[in-house]
Nanobody, 126 residues
Framework: QVQLVESGGKLVRAGGSLRLSCAFS????????IGWFRQGLGREREFVSA????????EYADSVKGRFAIYRDKSQNTGYLEMNNLRHEDTAVYYC???????????????????WGQGTQVTVSS
């Protein structure tokens, strides 16, 4: 059974940086696409970024392009989300999720991911 554990969320000032981690276990890491989503208070879960099996392809939501970077380390079975120039509106619970397909179904759709972590809270003070 695939399990995902996020970490790295905390309180940070606007303009600051954080790196979130997504530790993967229970499967073959290289067979899964990793997606990051976030959910602010009272809001729907929204797509942030995704990375393909080898890391050669990435996608970002427009709201984070140029500020966030997604990558993965197969030696550690871990995915990462590097967040820079954080804004108050980035405040949310951040989730990582995985699925096997890169392009067959939309990357931005939470329903198309098979396994989810428990989430990690990121709070950006203005």
């Amino acid at each position: 059974q695939v399990q995902l554990v996020e970490s790295g969320g905390k309180l940070v000032r606007a303009g600051g940086s954080l790196r979130l981690s997504c530790a993967f276990s229970g499967g073959v890491f290289g067979r899964f696409v990793i997606g990051w989503f976030r959910q602010g208070l009272g809001r729907e879960r929204e797509f942030v970024s995704a990375i393909s099996w080898t890391g050669s392809n990435t996608e970002y939501a427009d709201s984070v392009k140029g500020r966030f970077a997604i990558y993965r380390d197969k030696s550690q079975n871990t995915g990462y989300l590097e967040m820079n120039n954080l804004r108050h509106e980035d405040t949310a619970v951040y989730y990582c999720a995985v699925r096997e397909s890169w392009s067959r179904v939309p990357l931005w759709s939470p329903q198309e991911y098979d396994y989810w972590g428990q989430g990690t809270q990121v709070t950006v003070s203005s």
